[in-house]
């Protein structure tokens, strides 16, 4: 004799119903200022690697994954986009040198603005090289040589009190703050790509020069040549 075991055919029905289960989660959707950071780090890879005039909105928008009237909603074009990553530079700079001339010893405040610099290139080593590429035409702020003399301007201070002391013209120390802030800069130039010798020596050889440089200085220098003008 053949039993017959009834079934619930609500329960078949729900199960036939039930769509089948995936190990895809819904993407989540980024909130305004997560996109805005999202957008600034893409922009800033591809001008390090392309410079201003190499990157294009349409690459900005592709890597984000998103359509061109975005990136102008954030930024109003790639012009704006570029300016906001240069400010964030230039203030990330300026801030490591800044925070670094904390001893008393002007030899000493060589050094920390050395490594500062070297730190920063190490660090963030993209922002730098879209710091020493040229700016757009219509970028009138947020040059490498207006950077430069803002950490000058740190430094000049340091060397007048030294000058004053010594019985030089303290009038003089802006000049001597750009001489020495750009043989830095300058070498961490040549530093970004050749990374030899290291940090540490790179940063003591330029004390080297600049220290006895300045331990021998002359209060009233004298042309050695036939010129004199």
Request: glycine share 8%; aromatic share 6%.
């Amino acid at each position: 004799m053949m039993v017959t075991v009834p079934t619930d055919d609500r329960s078949e029905r729900s199960m036939q119903d039930k769509p089948p289960t995936t190990s895809r989660r819904a993407r989540r959707r980024m909130t305004g200022k997560e996109r805005r950071e999202q957008l600034l780090d893409i922009g800033r890879t591809l001008f390090a690697e392309r410079g201003f005039e190499g990157t294009s909105v349409e690459e900005i928008a592709a890597k984000a994954g998103v359509s061109k009237p975005v990136v102008y909603e954030h930024f109003g074009g790639k012009e704006g986009l570029y300016a906001v990553v240069v400010d964030r530079e230039m203030r990330q700079l300026l801030g490591m040198v800044t925070s670094a001339l904390t001893a008393g010893h002007p030899r000493e405040l060589l050094e920390q603005a050395a490594f500062a610099l070297l730190d920063y290139i190490d660090t963030f080593t993209d922002g730098f090289r879209i710091l020493v590429r040229d700016s757009p035409v219509t970028q009138t702020t947020g040059t490498f040589a207006s950077l430069i003399s803002d950490i000058a301007t740190q430094v000049e201070d340091i060397l007048g009190l030294e000058f004053k002391a010594r019985g030089f013209d303290p009038k003089l120390a802006p000049m001597y703050a750009q001489a020495l802030v750009g043989m830095v800069a300058l070498t961490g130039q040549w530093w970004l790509n050749a990374r030899k010798p290291k940090k540490a020596e790179v940063a003591a050889h330029l004390v080297n020069l600049a220290w006895h440089g300045l331990d021998g200085l002359e209060a009233k220098p004298r042309l050695v040549g036939h010129r004199r003008a």
